[in-house]
C-alpha cells in the first residue's frame, strides 16, 4: 500500500462504517460512540481497537518485522554477543523511557543484512504498544511517493504527503543515504528533517554510512548530530549466517542427514 493509500484510508478521525452490518459492534453499530443513559456520548470499547488497527496499519511495519520484540531479538547470532547485549538493552531502555520529543537515533553498520532494519523495527513495536503513532518507510520509498505526486493524475499534492512525513511523532527512514546525491533529494530531505527539528518530532534512521560518510550537506548531517544518537551497530552479516544455516538444514531434511558434499 503507498502513502497516499494509506492517507486516503486514515484520513479524518472517524472511519466509514462498514456496509456489512455483520461487521459491526453490536453495542454502537459502527459509529464508535455510545449514548449513555444520562444523554453523554462516550466512546465505544471497540475504539481502542480499530485505533490500534488503524495505527498498525499506518506505521508499515515491513511484515516480517511486525513480530519483532526485544524478547525474541536474539543476541545469540551474532560473535560479539557482549556488544550485541549492550545495544539490545540501551535500545530497549531508549524505547521503554520515550517521551515525545526525545532525541532519534542513528542507527549504522557499513554491513547489510547486520541487523539495523530489525532493532529499528523493534523499537518501533515498543513505541506503538505505548500509543505513540509511528511511521517506518525506507528513504527510497518516500522519494518514490514523493515523484509520484508530480504526476497530473495524483489525486494527492506533494504538500500533503510531506506534512504527513513531518508530523508524525516518530519516524523511522530506514537505508538512509543509499540514494544517488540530487539537488532536489537533499532539498526534500533537508526540509523534512529540518520541520521535524522545529516540531520537535522524533526520527529514527537506519544507514550503512557514518554521517560523515553521507553524501548530503552539511546543513543535513550537522543536524543529524544535534538531534541524534549515534548508535554504531555490529559489522556483522546476519543474512550471511542464516544463508549458511539454510544450506545445512536442507541436507538435514531433504539429504537424510547426509551432510557430504553435494553438487
Known amino acids: 500500500m503507498t502513502l497516499e493509500e494509506q492517507i486516503a484510508e486514515i484520513a479524518g478521525h472517524q472511519m466509514m462504517i462498514s456496509q456489512n452490518t455483520t461487521a459491526r459492534c453490536a453495542k454502537c453499530n459502527g459509529t464508535f460512540w455510545i449514548i449513555t443513559e444520562t444523554g453523554v456520548a462516550r466512546r465505544c470499547d471497540c475504539w481502542e481497537k480499530e485505533r490500534q488497527n488503524r495505527t498498525l496499519k499506518f506505521a508499515s511495519i515491513p511484515e516480517k518485522y511486525k513480530a519483532a520484540t526485544f524478547q525474541n531479538f536474539d543476541i545469540g547470532v551474532y560473535a560479539n554477543k557482549g556488544v550485541a547485549e549492550k545495544i539490545k538493552k540501551m535500545c530497549e531502555m531508549y524505547a521503554e523511557e520515550f517521551e515525545p520529543g526525545n532525541k532519534g537515533l542513528y542507527i549504522h553498520s557499513q554491513t547489510k543484512g547486520s541487523g539495523k532494519t530489525r532493532i529499528a523495527a523493534t523499537i518501533c513495536n515498543k513505541l506503538i504498544e505505548k ?30 504527503l510531506i506534512d504527513k512525513l513531518i508530523m508524525v511523532d516518530v519516524l523511522v527512514i530506514d537505508d538512509f543515504g543509499t540514494e544517488k546525491p540530487k539537488d532536489w533529494i537533499n532539498d526534500k530531505f533537508y526540509y523534512i528533517i529540518n520541520e521535524r527539528y522545529i516540531n520537535s518530532k522524533t526520527t529514527i534512521y537506519t544507514s550503512n554510512y557514518k554521517l560523515s560518510e553521507l553524501d548530503y550537506d552539511d546543513r543535513i548531517t550537522n543536524r543529524l548530530k544535534e538531534v541524534c544518537y549515534q548508535i554504531p551497530f555490529l559489522e556483522e552479516s546476519i543474512r550471511e549466517k542464516q544463508a549458511t544455516n539454510n544450506i545445512e538444514e536442507f541436507k538435514t531434511l531433504y539429504l537424510n542427514g547426509n551432510k557430504g558434499d553435494w553438487r
Open 131 to 160: 500509543k505513540v503513532l509511528v511511521k517506518f518507510a525506507t528513504s527510497s520509498s518516500i522519494l518514490e511517493e514523493i515523484k509520484k505526486t508530480w504526476q497530473k493524475t495524483s489525486e494527492y499534492a506533494e504538500s500533503v
